[in-house]
């Protein structure tokens, strides 16, 4: 069955700090990764996908399928990047996604 | 433009009561999809409807459940008599192609 593992359930760190979460994930298939996010009274947005390869708000993700990963990176944290993230994918010829249980990322001051 | 819409925020219902959750598609979104996140678990799939068909109803818990999406415009999920493990908080999403899905606020239900 098709999995996501965010082994994290929460991550602490220090305003510019380096900053990743975990995402890994058991699917036999070709899936297409995501990370959304939830801030605070806000609801769940979508933060990246593996296909478009892009930046956004200083958060990487690389898909790395030998190790089955997707893991959300930032080089240096700030305080408004406190919230709840889910790593996610979704299968060849489906559209449903499969959702990790979420990472809490709170970020001090 | 308006986002996905999901009515209402909270319900708060006694077992063995009815519920029904109603969802607003962004305009011209084809594609609506229901999840829930039961407290301390994943958000999982329920269904997707792709107009006014279902596309995949693979996530539908039981017979309790019961989504339609008439007209392919809102869609409403009623739950039948609602249970306690029903309790958690129901994400609706659309997509125009089905790449990105884009979510509503969701309805917290709480069945006492």
């Known amino acids: 069955a098709q999995r996501v593992t965010q082994p994290e359930k929460l991550l602490s760190v220090f305003k510019g700090a380096p900053v990743e979460l975990k995402c890994n994930y058991s699917?036999?298939?070709?899936?297409?990764l995501f990370w959304y996010v939830q801030y605070s009274r806000q609801r769940l947005q979508l933060l990246l996908r593996?296909?478009s390869r892009e930046s956004i708000k200083g958060f990487t993700a690389d898909l790395n399928k030998g190790e089955t990963s997707f893991h959300l990176k930032k080089p240096f944290a700030q305080e408004e990047d406190s919230a709840m993230y889910y790593c996610a994918l979704s299968l060849t010829g489906f559209q449903k996604l499969v959702f990790g249980t979420g990472t809490r990322l709170l970020v001090s001051p | 433009e308006a986002g996905v819409t999901q009515f209402p925020s909270h319900s708060v219902i006694e077992k063995g009561q009815t519920v029904t959750l109603r969802c607003d598609p962004i305009s011209g979104h084809d594609n609506l999809y229901w999840y829930r996140r039961v407290m301390g678990k994943e958000i999982k799939f329920l269904l997707h409807f792709v107009k006014e068909s279902k596309q995949d109803e693979s996530g539908m818990p039981n017979n309790r459940f019961l989504a339609e999406r008439t007209g392919g415009t809102y869609s409403t999920l009623k739950v039948q008599p609602a249970e306690l493990e029903d309790s958690g908080v129901y994400f609706c999403a659309s997509s125009l192609n089905g790449n990105i899905q884009y979510f509503g606020a969701g309805t917290r239900l709480s069945v006492l």
């Open positions: 593996h296909i």
């Open positions: 699917y036999s298939g070709s899936p297409e």
